[in-house]
């Protein structure tokens, strides 16, 4: 995020979300927050982290198997931005890349 010359009094947030879900997958963060004006407020972070062991047995115990869990999980990770795409192809296409890739 770039809070430029003549942002004053503005607000920004930046956060990064990475889920792991392999044992081998690795995660590089770095959240940045260059600030060129006085009297602005911004706020950056970031989190890894693999799927809630808690969340999963829960969605399974609903009688979803462990896949069946670990793609309803990350699906909804990816709501937020799939509700802001228009394109009905688009969303599928997104869709059918997680499933194939969770497989």
């Known amino acids: 995020m770039i809070l430029k010359s003549g942002a004053k009094k503005a607000h920004g947030n930046e956060n990064e979300a990475c889920m792991l879900l392999s044992d ?4 590089i963060s770095l ?3 260059l600030c060129k004006e006085e009297e602005v407020e911004g706020n950056h972070s970031a ?3 693999k799927i809630d062991t808690k969340e999963l047995f829960y969605i399974m115990s609903r009688g979803f198997s462990k896949l069946e869990a670990m793609k309803l999980i990350v699906r909804t990770k990816f709501n937020k ?5 228009e394109d009905e192809k688009l969303k599928e296409e997104i869709l059918n890349e997680i499933d ?3 497989n």
């Open 47 to 49: 989190s890894v982290g």
């Open 81 to 85: 931005i799939l509700e802001k795409i």
């Open 31 to 33: 959240p940045m927050l």
């Open 100 to 102: 194939m890739r969770l």
């Open 24 to 27: 081998r997958a690795r995660s």
